[in-house]
């Protein structure tokens, strides 16, 4: 019988020794799942007695007689409870390993939903005994507490598993690409290895590669790709294959439509939720500035006047949210004979067709603040990628001709400031890498908003109303 397909010759064997320089890198990650289920246990526990500590912080202000409910020490109800929650909130998990805040996040929302049961079950019982002290300085304890296990399980984390939470392998079979920080990359292809379907050995070896691994990215070339599927099919690990540029057009996922698949190219920035929130920050803050401010719009409004004739707003044609265009208000700052409606000149320093007044007003953003008006209306938000004029160039070239990413910018609103704009990135864009580092900043915002990313661009922008390049 010819064995020749079923086992690896000799060549082979010391093809997969050559493999073996990622061994180093193979037991760096070799325990990598099991330090994530010890530090999920610890983290469990830590935050188990965090709520403990609190309770017996509370027990040195109040006796245990006033620290129960329906019969019995509200410790060994809330332990349970407590428990229950955390697992559904998910907050022992590979985010919360990697980052503190969504660890500290999940784990006092837990707690809190534990301090409203056991305060339901007070009034339930009838338990008026109960001490409102003791509650309060219990769970406010055990918050304290989990905050500051929290910050020594991050330092723990950082210590047995530096930056690589999530053990990741870059397999490269005649596919070029290049590793993130802190991957494993293996060439298989320099050592003639692939999932050949009809060669158990070299499967089995491959296997054994990938084992350690939590996730598994192949770079390889079109013929190998069904094969590595289905390979990679068969693993208790996260495989995925890398597609050439374009081929898929920036695919985010596989759907269906009839009896067809379906390339899915985007599913929008925000869920519903996060709508909501960004839009009630939008209306809060605009409402709040335009009373606040309505004394200096007043003052602005009379020196524009005064100073120059024509209409005190200055309305032109901007890219906004889903490249749609709207109608941007802004305080007049330039003659109005000499106003550009479509932005195809940037300001100058020196710009003769600035005001007196527009001079001033441009400097400090005053000229902006109309815009609270378009947050109103929907058509901007307080946070975003800035809108542009039509017209707008970089150098010599118009903005989404500079920049081929210039379009996956506007999947929010724009809005009156943003990270570029704290970034320091403002006024005129005379290079192509002015525009660049813009549309980075922009696309940087869309994939990490947050509510709080906007409350501290909102903070951050205070400090760059007035700046040099503000004319």
């Not at 409004?301 to 265009?325: E, K, M, Y």
């Given at each position: 019988m010819?064995?020749?397909?079923?086992?690896?010759?000799?060549e082979?064997h010391?093809?997969?020794?050559i493999?073996?320089?990622a061994?180093?890198?193979r037991?760096?990650?070799?325990s990598?799942?099991?330090?994530?289920?010890?530090?999920?246990?610890?983290?469990?526990?830590?935050d188990?007695?965090?709520?403990?500590a609190g309770?017996?912080?509370?027990?040195?202000?109040?006796?245990?007689?006033?620290l129960?409910?329906?019969?019995?020490?509200?410790?060994y109800?809330?332990?349970?409870?407590?428990?229950?929650?955390?697992?559904a909130?998910e907050a022992?998990?590979v985010?919360?390993?990697?980052?503190r805040?969504?660890g500290i996040?999940?784990a006092?929302?837990?707690?809190?939903?534990?301090?409203?049961?056991?305060i339901?079950?007070?009034?339930?019982?009838?338990?008026?005994?109960?001490?409102?002290?003791?509650?309060?300085v219990?769970?406010?304890?055990?918050?304290?507490?989990?905050i500051?296990?929290?910050?020594?399980?991050?330092?723990?984390?950082?210590?047995?598993?530096?930056?690589a939470?999530?053990?990741?392998?870059?397999?490269?079979?005649?596919?070029?690409?290049?590793?993130e920080?802190?991957?494993?990359?293996?060439?298989?292809?320099?050592?003639?290895?692939?999932p050949?379907?009809?060669?158990?050995?070299?499967?089995?070896a491959l296997s054994?590669?990938?084992?350690?691994?939590?996730?598994?990215?192949?770079?390889?070339?079109?013929?190998h790709?069904?094969?590595?599927?289905?390979f990679?099919?068969?693993?208790?690990?996260?495989?995925e294959?890398?597609?050439?540029?374009?081929?898929l057009?920036?695919?985010?996922?596989?759907?269906?439509?009839?009896?067809?698949?379906?390339?899915?190219?985007?599913?929008?920035?925000?869920?519903l939720?996060?709508?909501?929130?960004?839009?009630?920050?939008?209306?809060?803050?605009?409402?709040?500035a335009?009373?606040?401010?309505s004394?200096?719009?007043?003052v602005?409004?009379?020196?524009?006047?005064?100073?120059s004739?024509?209409?005190?707003?200055?309305?032109?044609?901007r890219?906004g949210?889903?490249?749609?265009?709207f109608?941007?208000?802004?305080?007049?700052s330039?003659?109005?004979?000499s106003?550009?409606?479509?932005?195809?000149q940037?300001t100058?320093?020196a710009?003769?067709?600035?005001?007196?007044?527009g001079r001033?007003?441009r400097r400090?953003s005053?000229?902006?603040?109309?815009?609270?008006?378009?947050v109103?209306?929907?058509?901007?938000?307080?946070?975003?990628?800035?809108?542009h004029?039509?017209?707008?160039?970089a150098?010599?070239e118009l903005?989404?001709?500079a920049?081929?990413?210039?379009?996956?910018?506007?999947?929010?609103?724009?809005?009156?400031?943003?990270?570029?704009?704290?970034?320091?990135?403002?006024?005129?864009?005379e290079?192509?890498?002015?525009l660049?580092?813009?549309?980075r900043?922009?696309?940087?915002?869309?994939?990490?908003?947050?509510?709080?990313?906007?409350?501290?661009?909102?903070?951050?922008t205070?400090?760059?109303?007035?700046?040099?390049?503000?004319?």
């Amino acid at each position: 019988m010819d064995n020749s397909r079923t086992d690896l010759p000799n060549e082979a064997h010391a093809r997969l020794r050559i493999v073996d320089p990622a061994a180093n890198v193979r037991r760096i990650f070799s325990s990598a799942r099991d330090k994530r289920t010890f530090l999920y246990c610890l983290s469990l526990l830590l935050d188990m007695l965090s709520l403990v500590a609190g309770y017996l912080v509370a027990l040195e202000l109040r006796d245990e007689q006033w620290l129960v409910t329906g019969g019995q020490s509200i410790i060994y109800i809330a332990l349970p409870i407590f428990v229950m929650f955390e697992i559904a909130r998910e907050a022992q998990d590979v985010e919360t390993l990697s980052n503190r805040l969504t660890g500290i996040q999940r784990a006092l929302s837990a707690l809190g939903a534990t301090a409203i049961v056991i305060i339901g079950m007070g009034f339930l019982f009838k338990s008026e005994e109960i001490s409102r002290l003791g509650l309060a300085v219990t769970f406010g304890a055990a918050a304290i507490f989990i905050i500051l296990s929290k910050t020594f399980l991050d330092f723990l984390v950082k210590k047995t598993m530096g930056d690589a939470v999530v053990a990741t392998i870059l397999i490269l079979d005649g596919l070029p690409a290049r590793a993130e920080p802190h991957a494993a990359v293996v060439d298989v292809a320099a050592d003639g290895l692939w999932p050949d379907l009809d060669r158990p050995d070299m499967i089995d070896a491959l296997s054994h590669l990938i084992a350690p691994f939590d996730r598994v990215i192949v770079a390889c070339k079109f013929d190998h790709r069904p094969a590595w599927s289905t390979f990679l099919k068969g693993h208790d690990v996260g495989g995925e294959i890398l597609l050439d540029r374009d081929l898929l057009h920036g695919a985010v996922a596989i759907g269906q439509y009839d009896d067809h698949d379906t390339i899915i190219l985007s599913r929008g920035p925000l869920n519903l939720m996060n709508r909501i929130q960004k839009r009630s920050l939008d209306l809060v803050v605009s409402v709040f500035a335009l009373i606040i401010l309505s004394p200096l719009f007043l003052v602005v409004a009379l020196a524009i006047r005064l100073d120059s004739p024509g209409p005190i707003l200055f309305r032109q044609l901007r890219v906004g949210q889903g490249n749609r265009q709207f109608r941007i208000f802004k305080f007049r700052s330039m003659h109005a004979e000499s106003s550009d409606a479509a932005g195809s000149q940037s300001t100058g320093r020196a710009d003769l067709r600035i005001t007196r007044v527009g001079r001033v007003i441009r400097r400090t953003s005053i000229d902006e603040l109309p815009q609270l008006l378009n947050v109103i209306r929907g058509d901007m938000s307080m946070v975003g990628p800035r809108p542009h004029a039509l017209g707008s160039t970089a150098g010599d070239e118009l903005f989404w001709h500079a920049s081929r990413q210039y379009w996956l910018r506007h999947a929010l609103k724009p809005g009156i400031t943003g990270l570029a704009q704290i970034r320091g990135y403002r006024g005129a864009t005379e290079r192509v890498e002015d525009l660049a580092r813009r549309v980075r900043c922009d696309l940087e915002y869309l994939s990490d908003w947050s509510l709080w990313t906007d409350i501290l661009i909102l903070l951050k922008t205070v400090r760059v109303v007035i700046h040099k390049n503000a004319y």
